[in-house]
C-alpha cells in the first residue's frame, strides 16, 4: 500500500476519531462511519483540535469525511479499521457487513481490546483479510498498535498492515495468536488484579498501591520493559524470586468480590465521582491533564523524528 491508501473508520467515538486524525495527518483521505449524528458532525471539529493541539497543520482535518452510511464509507477502502463499542455481537455483525460492503481485497481491522478477533469475525468467509489492530488510547500519543494474526489470517495482510502502521509513525508489534487481551491488557490486567487483592486483602489502601507503582518501577516502565528488567537484575535473582513470591499472588480467573461490590454500589470512578476513592471534578480534570502533559512528553522526547527518534 501506499501513500494513497484509502482508510475507512467504523464508529467515529475516542477511538474512531483517533484513528482518523493519525492517517489524515500523514496525508491519507480518511472516510468515517457512525450512526450517531452528533459523533459525525463533531467529527472534524474533533480532528482540527488534535492537529492543534499536536502543532500539526489543522488542513489536514479536511481529508476526514464523514459518511452516514457504513456503505458510503467502505465502498472504495483498501483498509477498514472498526472501532465500535466492545460488544461482541455488535462487532460480530459490523464485520458480516464489512465482507459484503468492503472491497474483496481490503483489510479489515477490529480494535478490540480484549475480544479475540476469531469471535467477532465468526460469520466472515475471507478471514484472510481479517486482523486486530489494537491501538492505545489516545491514538496520537500512544505509538504502539498490536496487530493480532487470527486463524486464517494471511501473513501477506499481517505484513501490508504493519507496513502501513509504520508508515505513518506507528509502533506495530505482531500478535502471533489471537488470545484474549492481546499483549497489551493481558499484562495490564495481571496488573490490575494483583492492585485490586492488595486492597481487598487489607495490605494496603488505594492510594497507597498506586503511589508506590508511580514511585518505584512505574517510572522505569516506558523506557525499559518487564524482560529487559529480568536481564538486567539477573534471570537468577528472577528465579529466586519466584520460588518465594509466585505461590501467595493472587490467581483469581474470575473478577474479584471487592470490585464486583464497588461496581454494583454504583461506585464506577470518575463517571459517578466515587470508585476506588473519591474524585471531584478538578482533580478528575486534573489527572486527566496530567497524563496528556506527560505523554506528550514523552512522545516530542522519544517518537518524533526531529528529536532524533529516540523510541527504546
Ligand atoms: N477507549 C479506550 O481507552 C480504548 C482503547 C483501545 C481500544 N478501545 C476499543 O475501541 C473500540 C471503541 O472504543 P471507544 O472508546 O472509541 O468507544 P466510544 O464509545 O467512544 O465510541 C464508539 C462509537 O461507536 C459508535 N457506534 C455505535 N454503534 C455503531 C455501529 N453499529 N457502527 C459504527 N459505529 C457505531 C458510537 O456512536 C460511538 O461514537 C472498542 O472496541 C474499545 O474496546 C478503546
Given at each position: 500500500?501506499?501513500?494513497?491508501?484509502?482508510?475507512?473508520?467504523?464508529?467515529?467515538?475516542?477511538?474512531?476519531?483517533?484513528?482518523?486524525?493519525?492517517?489524515?495527518?500523514?496525508?491519507?483521505?480518511?472516510?468515517?462511519h457512525d450512526p450517531s449524528a452528533e459523533a459525525l458532525a463533531s467529527l472534524r471539529e474533533r480532528v482540527a483540535k488534535v492537529l492543534a493541539d499536536l502543532g500539526r497543520d489543522p488542513e489536514a482535518a479536511e481529508r476526514v469525511t464523514p459518511e452516514e452510511t457504513l456503505r458510503a464509507a467502505v465502498v472504495d477502502a483498501d483498509v477498514v479499521f472498526e472501532a465500535a463499542p466492545e460488544k461482541v455481537e455488535l462487532k460480530q455483525a459490523i464485520f458480516a457487513e464489512l465482507e459484503r460492503l468492503a472491497p474483496p481485497a481490503a483489510l479489515l481491522a477490529s480494535n478490540t481490546s480484549v475480544i479475540p478477533i476469531g469471535r467477532i469475525a465468526r460469520d466472515v468467509k475471507t478471514r484472510d483479510r481479517v486482523l486486530g489492530t489494537h491501538w492505545w488510547m489516545p491514538p496520537y500519543l500512544i505509538p504502539l498498535v498490536e496487530v493480532v494474526q487470527a486463524e486464517g489470517t494471511a501473513d501477506e495482510s499481517v505484513a501490508t498492515m504493519m507496513a502501513l502502521l509504520a508508515s505513518i509513525g506507528k509502533a506495530p508489534v505482531h500478535v502471533r495468536k489471537d488470545v484474549p487481551g492481546f499483549i497489551g491488557n493481558r499484562l495490564q490486567h495481571a496488573l490490575w488484579r494483583e492492585a485490586m487483592a492488595l486492597v481487598q486483602e487489607g495490605v494496603c489502601d488505594a492510594p497507597t498501591v498506586d503511589m508506590v507503582v508511580k514511585s518505584s518501577f512505574g517510572r522505569r516502565l516506558a523506557v525499559i520493559g518487564p524482560l529487559e528488567s529480568a536481564d538486567l537484575v539477573g534471570t537468577d535473582l528472577a528465579l529466586d524470586c519466584h520460588e518465594n513470591l509466585l505461590?501467595?499472588?493472587?490467581?483469581?480467573?474470575?473478577?474479584?468480590?471487592?470490585?464486583?461490590?464497588?461496581?454494583s454500589e454504583g461506585r464506577l470512578g470518575?463517571?459517578?465521582?466515587?470508585?476506588?476513592?473519591?474524585?471531584?471534578?478538578?482533580?478528575?480534570?486534573?489527572?486527566?491533564?496530567?497524563?496528556?502533559?506527560?505523554?506528550?512528553?514523552?512522545?516530542?522526547?522519544?517518537?518524533?523524528?526531529?528529536?532524533?527518534?529516540?523510541?527504546p
Open positions: 500500500m501506499t501513500a494513497k491508501t484509502r482508510i475507512a473508520v467504523v464508529g467515529a467515538g475516542l477511538m474512531g476519531h483517533g484513528i482518523a486524525e493519525e492517517f489524515a495527518a500523514a496525508g491519507h483521505e480518511v472516510k468515517v505461590f501467595d499472588l493472587n490467581r483469581s480467573t474470575e473478577p474479584l468480590p471487592y470490585l464486583r461490590k464497588l461496581v470518575f463517571k459517578t465521582g466515587e470508585g476506588f476513592r473519591k474524585w471531584t471534578p478538578a482533580e478528575q480534570e486534573e489527572l486527566r491533564a496530567r497524563v496528556t502533559s506527560h505523554l506528550a512528553k514523552l512522545a516530542a522526547e522519544l517518537d518524533r523524528p526531529e528529536s532524533g527518534g529516540k523510541r
